[in-house]
Structure formats: C-alpha cells, structure tokens
C-alpha cells in the first residue's frame, strides 16, 4: 500500500515510528499526497510516472542548492514511486487572494503578496538555470515546435472539436504553424520556464512565498510564466493590477536581463493566446474527459480572458481569429441574460399535508432533503403555533446542534451542483426540505439553505417557497 511505502520512509528518515498519515485533497494531477507524522510533518507524495518524478528530484535540488524557495526533499523510495518533503502548510497564495478574486477586494496586503511573488520569479528562470542540465527535465528539455504545436492540438481535439463547429484543419494548421513560430522567434536565451506558474502553485509558509509543482518545467522563453501566473483563469486580476505586476516583474527580471518593456509587453500578447489555448485543451481534457469538474468551472474565466484579447484581432492569424470568434458564440459560451440566469428553487414542506413539491420546470427534478430524522420542535406545546423562521424554534433547533451538521452535508451538495450547473449554463435546480408537518425544521432549513446560497452566489436568482404557510419570495442580485 502507498501508506505504509510512504510511513516506512519517514520512519527510515526521521527514526521514528508514525500511524499518523492523512490523504490530502487532491489536485488537477494524478499525484496523491499524504501528510505524514508531527514534529516533524512531511508532505509524501506518490506518483505512477518515475521519469516525471525523478525530474522533480534533480530540479528540486538544483534549486535548493540555489538557494531558490522551493520545499526540500528529504527522501525517494528504491523505486522512485514514492518522496517526502518538506511541509509548506495548505495556504497557497490562491487561498491568500480569495476576497480580491471573489469580490474584488484587492487588499494591501494581498497586491504585496502577488509582487513578492512575481518579483521572485526571475531568479527561477534565471538564477535555477545557472548550471541546470536542462536534458534532464521532464517530458522534454526545451521548448520547441513539436511540443508548442502539440499544445496547440491538444486544444483542437480536446476542447474545439468538442463544441461542433466546423472547422477548415488546412486553415487552422497554417495559422497554428504561423502562431508557434511567432512564440519560438522570441529568442530568450537559456531561462528555465517553470511552465505552471500560477498562486495555485505558490505556498504561502509564515508569510514567504514558496514555489512548488515545477517538474514539467523546461528551456524556453520567461515570458510564457509571466503570463502562466497573470492569466490564470480563476485568479481573476483585474487589467490594473496585471498591469502593476507586469511592471514588478520587469523591474526585477532586469536584474539579470535588459528588458526592453514596450518589446516585451507586444510579445506577451501571443503568449496570452498560447496559454489560453493550451490551457483550454486542458480544463477539456480534465473536465469532459476525466469527468473532473472543477476544471469546467475554470473555462468562463478562460473564454473571458480570450474575449478581451480578441478585442484587437491578430491579423496574422485570420482563420485562428475569426474561429475563436465563432466559438464563443456558441450558446454554451455566450454571456447570459438575466432570463438565462441560473434559479435556485429552495422549498419547505409537510410530508403529511402537501407532500414532495412537484418540479414544473422540466428539469425533472432536484434535491429532496428529509429532516425527520432532527428532533422535532412541534412536540412541544410551547412551539406547536410558531414557525422554523421564529427566534424561539430557531434557539431550539440550534441548542440541540443537529440540524447544523445535517444542513452542512447539505450545502457541500447543492454548492457542487450549483457550481456544475453555473459552469454549464443550466437555468433551474430545485432543493427541497421536508418535516412531518411542513412547519419547523423543514422551515428552518430552507430559509438557511437560501440564505447561504445568496450569499455564496450573488449572480444566482433564489427563490423560497413555504408551502404549508403560503409564503413565496425571490431573491436576485440588482446588476
């Protein structure tokens, strides 16, 4: 078993004798991750492909060695499957910007953070490619046409041929040809390209930043990263702050380079389209494919960043431009009305009375939650007349703490299917909640339920139904 692979080697490592391995959530690879033990903890990691693990064995020590703020690597397994390193905690700098990337609330702190970490990017490119035998990354030691033209495929077949459209391959080929050469003229000279730069990959351990996740990095232009981090589709940065961060970057990469910055700022724009092209064939492959659907959540962001890049064609690329323009037409990507907008039906009712609520919508239904199982307020003479939206039933409800753990389960499944359904353009869910008489608990958890989804989904409409007492109200955010 890879827990006991993992618990041998720290054992073997630190002399000690741990039961205490945790499977951590997983990310958009296929690696699994442990925390192992305490005082120390270590980060153990499995992975199937050795020739990509033994990449981040040589880079993680090339860097260390640099000085560079990457984990240590403590240990490998005889069969190179398994590896402990150091623990960096769970905050990325993807956690650390939630409010600005949510609501816009780009703090000081948060702006510091994000220059810090762009600002210590060059010395990854430059100072970690001092002396790198770059023959010994992974799948390939440089960037070159035939991994820049397989990138651009890799969009082509996992996430344009998905939408249908017909598509001239004699056309895209030539101006995909046009498009790699483009990126390949930018000569750089010999600069590591991280390749998946982005906060996600940048961990956050008493308030300095730290790069993991590096292993697929490679010879080839500084410029695909700055993008890599600066278009990351969920990150969300507004066109100032790319704008401010650009400017950090340039100012610390001149440290080892003389950047020309207007040069350099027209040759991002390619990058940007290369990006969100391969990243696209991605979040396809990953979402469609694999069935993993955070990464359908990630492609609005993406399109968004193409619709804004689009704005100024690229002449040199007619057919590229003028496809993409039609795919994001598409009525699966076109932005919707507030009649498309997604409805989130929240209802309570009596199993003895009303019974379930029927789904008029043609969606054919939605959640059903069954409250029967709390303790019941309606036994008690002093409740029999109120309802689970009185102050008096909701001490009660709460006080006993059932109904709080009960409503949690709930909310991590409807929020799945909201974010699902948001990602898809569906427009109706309906989420129920019945109780023996339609009145207390079913009540109470319908109202919380509405609340938390119109807190948690501003651009969601809400509407709330009590059945067994007649009340009907919708909630929508004014744009």
């Known amino acids: 078993m890879i827990s006991d692979k993992l618990t041998t080697?720290?054992?073997?490592?630190?002399?000690r004798h741990t039961c205490d391995i945790r499977l951590l959530p997983g990310a958009g690879s296929n690696r699994k991750y442990y925390r192992i033990g305490s005082?120390?903890?270590m980060i153990g990691t499995?992975?199937?492909?050795?020739?990509e693990n033994q990449?981040?064995?040589y880079l993680c020590r090339h860097f260390s060695e640099k000085g560079l703020p990457v984990p240590v690597l403590y240990g490998t397994s005889v069969d190179n499957e398994c590896y402990l390193q150091s623990d960096l905690g769970d905050r990325s700098l993807f956690d650390y910007i939630k409010e600005g990337r949510?609501?816009?609330l780009w703090s000081d702190e948060m702006i510091e953070k994000l220059e810090l970490a762009i600002t210590l990017l060059p010395d990854?490119?430059?100072?970690?490619a001092e002396g790198l035998d770059f023959g010994r990354c992974y799948p390939v030691a440089e960037m070159d046409k035939v991994n820049v033209m397989w990138d651009l495929n890799y969009f082509k077949y996992c996430f344009l041929k998905a939408t249908g459209l017909d598509i001239d391959e004699v056309a895209l080929e030539e101006d995909f040809n046009r498009l790699s050469d483009k990126i390949l003229s930018v000569n750089t000279g010999a600069t590591f390209m991280y390749r998946d730069f982005q906060s996600r990959n940048v961990m956050l351990k008493d308030g300095k930043p730290f790069f993991i996740d590096f292993q697929g990095g490679r010879k080839g232009p500084y410029h695909y990263d700055v993008v890599s981090f600066l278009w990351q589709a969920k990150a969300a940065f507004p066109d100032w702050l790319r704008d401010r961060l650009i400017t950090a970057y340039i100012k610390s990469a001149s440290r080892y380079k003389t950047i020309d910055e207007s040069c350099f700022r027209s040759e991002l724009r390619y990058f940007v389209l290369f990006r969100t092209l391969q990243v696209l064939g991605a979040y396809g492959f990953r979402g469609y494919v694999e069935r993993k659907p955070h990464f359908l959540l990630s492609i609005p962001g993406a399109l968004a960043n193409l619709k804004k890049l689009l704005e100024t064609p690229f002449d040199e690329f007619p057919?590229?431009?003028?496809?993409?323009?039609?795919m994001m037409e598409l009525d699966r990507f076109a932005e919707k009305n507030s009649g498309d907008r997604l409805t989130v039906r929240v209802a309570s009712f009596g199993y003895n009375r009303s019974g379930i609520p029927q789904d008029n919508t043609g969606n054919g239904g939605g959640f059903v939650f069954d409250c029967r199982g709390l303790n019941n307020p309606g036994r008690y003479a002093q409740y029999k007349s109120l309802t689970g939206r009185d102050r008096a039933v909701i001490?009660?409800?709460?006080?006993?703490?059932?109904?709080?753990?009960?409503?949690?389960h709930a909310y991590a499944m409807v929020d799945n299917s909201v974010d699902m359904y948001l990602a898809r353009g569906f427009t109706c869910l309906s989420v129920s909640f019945g109780c023996t008489g339609g009145q207390h608990r079913s009540v109470y958890s319908a109202e919380h339920m509405a609340a938390h989804l119109i807190k948690k989904y501003p651009q969601i409409r809400v509407e709330l139904t009590h059945f067994e007492q007649g009340i009907k109200e919708i909630f929508e955010s004014v744009e």
């Open 9 to 15: 080697l720290y054992e073997k490592i630190t002399g």
């Open 39 to 41: 005082d120390p903890s």
């Open 46 to 51: 499995y992975g199937s492909d050795v020739a």
């Open 55 to 57: 990449a981040f064995f």
């Open 102 to 104: 949510e609501h816009s």
């Open 124 to 128: 990854i490119q430059w100072r970690g």
């Open 319 to 326: 057919y590229l431009t003028s496809l993409l323009l039609r």
């Open 395 to 408: 001490d009660f409800l709460e006080e006993d703490g059932g109904i709080t753990g009960f409503l949690e």
